[in-house]
């Protein structure tokens, strides 16, 4: 119990630096989200509260930035963010099959994007700007070119594997 | 570093800095631009320097300002992008110019021992032209590389981004000391008007004019936004400019500054660019560290400052006030027009906003001159334009092109045709707000006025070739489920527009189309396009237009025959069981989870078509092979 909560006070020491650091400027908001952001890796609502409130904006400013870019998540993301490509070149060379065998992987319907473990997010990104390498998928910001659906069921496995070694 | 003060100080540098840099003749280049990093480039990296050690030394830029080289030194480095990811990691070994591709760790100690000890090529590790046996020794003999005129790109590849002194080697911020010192403000702006560069980042506004507008508009502070949020699908031109050549950009801006009387700019890059963020940082740092950005820039009293702001993931934020918008830290939405961003823009304030490419010509046409820039192009596009060439096409990667190359140059020529020597369909060019070109029109130049008056435009420069296996009923419903999801949802045609549109389409590719779907997509494509707010609505269309326009036939098939003539489309592709090959052992029958095949034993079996879920079961069990999908 005594280590959750000094968990929430660094964290809520870090949101009280960025706020500083960023001078309380209203047009830092993004910024400051984005560093939020890293810190929980997603944007809990009462901590948006308490961004609006330490800028002195309207909760309600917050909420529509944060809703409205795509890289802002309000639900707890998992340990390790895919990334498909989905864009033309990805597209043209078969991102939806890569797509449907992650999903299959990783037992996600549709809607739900993170697994239960909290391990895996999937998400679908327009472009990465690799496309001499489609189809491309990022697994925490690190590039995979040319993969196969095997391949990346593979990478998966391997992913969720090494977790489970390092828990024993 | 001391700041250098004056031009002839830059230029002293320059010169320092090249004849220390002449004291070595050898040096390996690897690249890590983002697709050779992803190919593992930092692994070859890592070796070539413990093979390099193993019998010389290896020797950068500090050492050779200070002292003699050794005999047996070499220069290692990583660059920015060469654009021909697909071959990545890529090596290049100077003062022969070997060009090595897929290099893997494993090869590093030949390719010291051979092509740095011995002067020797490796031809193993070279390029050979896809369906032939011959190699290509060096980058400049390599077809991909030999149409291109790689002026804005030129550095890429061929420098260590990382590393100011080598830009200002090869002649960087050249360009800005002489606006500063030969030119006043308006001469510069005078410059760009006559080079008549345009915007390369969609609509090909006339960069000299937007220029003059911002200089003219009333107010005191003034801002110049470099906009670096590469949405498109298919595009990574300003990618590899940021990540290959930061200072280039930098410059570009900071003359921009000087020409509007701007004292400060931001960059807005998209998140999904980590790389390109982390090289501008370091080269922002270098350059104020220099002097070459801050106060009193090269000791003249003109003074600038860079911010960097990075995206959030919004494909509208690439609209300019959206983008605007952004960096104020709201929501991205555009805003109505006029007035203008030249009238009112960053905190209300008169603002330039170019994209990368524009920002990146700036050096070069100051340094030059208008003449020798507008010597390049056709009668209304001057100067070059980065293409990023991707699909089914053999080379794919970034290229630079005069202005005017006709497509099938670029396709043919640099790409080397289409993958798997199919046919050629369409090309879609300019992402979501573009369009797709056809087989008719191979032989257009690829300049603004040309792709507008084919019904297409110049987007950013996204390529995406497709061959005969590509439906385009598909791709345009690719497009619009993007441009749907990206709409910002402020204006009711945009948001409401794109939403009828995509769900005409997918009832199309799921064979519910109705031959009336037609007009009614053309009449909201139309409206779409008239009524929009901003510039993402009103191109949204372009791709269903386009589509409509040259393979109305295609459509027409979905709609009238519900067929998908190139075989994409899963709900219109038919399963059949051949009854000549058929035997009858009924192994179909019980693979088949919905029970949609009968027959008799020994008999030809039939599918029941209403009930088959075309899930191909029934294909990878008959040992005959009677069984085939068609479309």
């Known amino acids: 119990m005594a280590t959750l909560e000094s968990d929430c006070a660094r964290r809520f020491k870090a949101v009280n630096e960025i706020i500083e650091r960023h001078g309380k400027r209203p047009e830092r908001l993004v910024a400051v989200l984005q560093e939020v952001q890293e810190v929980y890796r997603y944007l809990p609502e009462e901590v948006l509260q308490y961004v609006a409130t330490g800028m002195g904006v309207s909760p309600a400013e917050v909420f529509g930035v944060a809703t409205f870019y795509e890289n802002f998540s309000l639900k707890p993301k998992g340990k390790y963010i895919i990334r498909c490509c989905d864009g033309t070149a990805c597209h043209v060379h078969g991102s939806e099959a890569l797509l449907t065998a992650i999903r299959q992987r990783l037992q996600l319907t549709a809607p739900e994007t993170t697994t239960p473990d909290l391990m895996f997010t999937l998400e679908t990104v327009a472009c990465l700007g690799a496309c001499a390498l489609a189809p491309v998928v990022t697994i925490n910001d690190k590039v995979y070119g040319q993969v196969t659906p095997d391949q990346m069921v593979a990478l998966i496995d391997e992913l969720a594997g090494g977790e489970k070694d390092g828990k024993d | 570093m001391e700041k250098i003060k004056s031009g002839e100080e830059l230029e002293r540098l320059a010169t320092m800095y090249r004849q220390a840099a002449r004291k070595v003749t050898k ?9 050779c990093v992803a190919n593992g480039s930092l692994q070859v990296y890592a070796a070539l320097r413990e093979a390099i050690e193993e019998g010389g030394a290896i020797v950068d830029l500090d050492w050779l300002l200070e002292k003699e080289a050794p005999d047996n030194a070499t220069r290692l480095d990583k660059t920015g992008c060469r654009g021909f990811c697909q071959l990545g990691p890529l090596v290049l070994v100077e003062p022969d110019d070997f060009m090595y591709v897929h290099v893997r760790p494993e090869d590093a100690r ?158 807005y890059v998209r998140a999904e660019y980590p790389l390109a963020v982390e090289r501008l940082h370091k080269a922002i740092g270098e350059a104020e560290e220099f002097g070459l ?68 010509n700036i050096p070069y046409l ?74 008719e029109h191979l032989d257009l130049p690829l300049d603004f006025d040309s792709l507008k008056n084919a019904g297409a435009m110049m987007g950013s420069g996204g390529l995406v070739v497709m061959d005969e296996g590509t439906c385009m009923v598909e791709v345009a419903r690719f497009f619009m489920d993007f441009t749907q999801r990206e709409s910002c949802g402020k204006c009711i045609p945009c948001r409401e527009g794109t939403s009828r549109m995509l769900e005409i389409l997918e009832g199309i590719v799921a064979g519910k189309g109705q031959e009336e779907d037609l007009a009614l997509l053309e009449e909201i494509a139309h409206m779409v396009h008239d009524m929009s707010l901003c510039g993402l609505g009103k191109t949204a269309a372009n791709p269903v237009l386009s589509t409509l326009r040259y393979f109305r036939d295609e459509y027409v098939a979905h709609v009238r025959d519900k067929r998908c003539p ?66």
């Open chain 2, 293 to 360: 950005l801050g106060d009193n820039i090269l000791g003249t009293d003109f003074s600038f400052k860079l911010h960097i702001n990075k995206g959030a993931g919004a494909f509208v934020c690439g609209e300019s006030s959206a983008l605007v918008a952004s960096i104020e830290g709201k929501r991205g939405m555009p805003v109505p027009r006029p007035p203008r961003l030249a009238q009112r823009g960053l905190f209300g304030c008169p603002t330039l906003l170019n994209n990368v490419e524009t920002f990146a």
């Open chain 2, 566 to 631: 190139a075989g994409v489309c899963a709900s219109l592709r038919r399963i059949v069981i051949e009854a000549e090959k058929c035997k009858g052992c009924s192994r179909c029958a019980k693979v088949c989870p919905v029970e949609a095949i009968s027959g008799e034993i020994k008999k030809p079996f039939t599918i029941a078509e209403d009930v088959c879920i075309r899930c191909g079961a029934c294909i990878s069990q008959c040992p005959f092979g009677a069984i085939k999908e068609v479309s």
């Open chain 2, 366 to 439: 100051m340094r030059k001159g208008a003449q020798a820039f507008a010597s390049l192009g056709t009668a209304t596009s001057f100067g070059t334009k980065a293409f990023a060439l991707t699909g089914n096409v053999k080379n794919t990667g970034l290229i630079e092109v005069p202005m005017g190359t006709t497509l099938r140059e670029v396709i043919f020529d640099i790409g080397g045709g289409i993958k798997g020597d199919l046919r050629f369909k369409a090309v879609q060019i300019g992402g979501p707000s573009g369009a797709c070109l056809t087989a």
């Open chain 2, 110 to 267: 030949e390719i010291i021992q051979e092509s740095v000890v011995n002067n020797r090529c490796v031809d193993r590790l070279t390029y050979t032209a896809p369906g032939s046996d011959k190699h290509f020794d060096r980058e400049e003999d390599i077809p991909f590389y030999k149409k291109q005129h790689r002026q804005t790109l030129g550095n890429c590849g061929h420098m260590n981004p990382e590393d100011i002194r080598e830009y200002i080697a090869r002649d960087g911020y050249q360009g800005l000391a002489q606006s500063l010192t030969q030119y006043s403000p308006l001469e510069v702006i005078e410059e760009v008007l006559k080079s008549g560069l345009r915007g390369l980042g969609g609509a090909g506004f006339p960069a000299g004019r937007k220029w003059q507008a911002v200089r003219e508009a009333p107010g005191e502070r003034k801002y110049v936004v470099c906009n670096g949020d590469e949405g498109d699908p298919g595009a990574f031109m300003d990618r590899s400019i940021m990540e290959g050549d930061p200072h280039k950009v930098l410059e570009g801006m900071i003359i921009a500054g000087y020409a509007v009387g701007a004292a400060e700019g931001y960059i």
């Open chain 2, 27 to 35: 040096r390996v280049l690897v690249c890590a631009g983002t697709g």
